[in-house]
């Protein structure tokens, strides 16, 4: 399948960091719906690896989790970047 947990970990990632360089723009309404969908992305992507794992599709491993708190991470601190 083409939409899996660590894309939308990535997309997720794609469009925080975009986020962040609306707000660094003064583009607030933009940087508001980026982080908006940023953060449904995120939602879903640990749902989405759950579900996978619980019809024996997904795997155990740790990365992809590794990969979502990384994402979460950047994400936020460069939205506090830019918004500053």
Avoid: K, M
Avoid at 7 to 24: F, K, P, Q, Y
Avoid at 26 to 40: D, E, F, G, N, P
């Amino acid at each position: 399948p083409f939409i899996t947990p660590d894309r939308l970990t990535v997309a997720g990632l794609v469009l925080g960091l975009a986020s962040a360089g609306a707000a660094a723009a003064q583009w607030w309404a933009a940087a508001v719906a980026l982080w908006l969908v940023s953060r449904v992305a995120d939602g879903l992507d640990g749902t989405l690896a759950r579900r996978r794992r619980a019809h024996g599709r997904g795997n155990d491993s740790e990365a992809g989790g590794f990969l979502d708190i990384a994402a979460d991470f950047v994400v936020y601190g460069a939205g506090v970047f830019g918004v500053a």
